[in-house]
C-alpha cells in the first residue's frame, strides 16, 4: 500500500482550524494521527483495531518522547509537504495500517477500522475533518 509521506504542516489557506496542546505518550512527528488512550495520553493511530484507530487529531509539532507536550490539529485546512504520492484533490484519506500513517479510502483493506481524517483540498492541502466511528470496511 503506497502511504502518504508526511513533513512539515502549515495552516492551510484559511485560520479556521482548531489547535489543542495535549500530552505525548510516545514520540510524534508531524502530520500523524493520533488517538488518546486511557493514560489520557496520544499515541500514533493505526487501523488495525478499533482503539488504536480512534483518531482525535494530527500531531502539528512533534513530540520528542512520552511525557513531552505537542500541537494537535481536530479541523480545518492544513498544508502538508507530501513525499510520493501526492494527495488526489477530492480524495478522502484514513488512518493507515501502519501506526501512525495516512492513505486514501481506496487503500484502506477489507477489515481494517476506517477513519475518515479529511479531504485532499489539493495536493498538498488536507480539510481535516474526522469521523472516528470504529467502523469496518
Not at 46 to 73: C, H, I, K, Q, S
Not at 109 to 134: F, K, P, R
Request: glycine share 8%.
Amino acid at each position: 500500500m503506497a502511504e502518504i509521506g508526511l513533513d512539515t504542516p502549515t495552516l492551510g489557506e484559511s485560520t479556521s482550524v482548531t489547535l489543542t496542546i495535549v500530552q505525548a505518550g510516545a514520540a510524534l512527528t508531524v502530520c500523524q494521527p493520533v488517538y488518546i488512550a486511557a493514560d489520557l495520553k496520544y499515541y500514533p493511530c493505526r487501523n488495525t483495531t478499533v482503539p488504536l484507530a480512534l483518531a482525535a487529531g494530527l500531531a502539528f509539532t512533534a513530540a520528542a518522547a512520552d511525557e513531552d507536550y505537542f500541537v494537535m490539529v481536530t479541523s480545518g485546512p492544513v498544508a502538508i509537504t507530501v513525499g510520493a504520492p501526492n494527495m488526489v484533490k477530492g480524495l478522502v484519506y484514513c488512518v493507515g495500517n501502519t501506526a501512525g500513517s495516512i492513505e486514501s479510502y481506496t487503500e484502506v483493506d477489507a477489515a481494517e477500522i476506517v477513519t475518515v481524517l479529511g479531504t485532499a483540498l489539493s495536493t498538498l492541502v488536507l480539510d481535516i475533518s474526522i469521523q472516528a466511528t470504529g467502523a469496518v470496511k
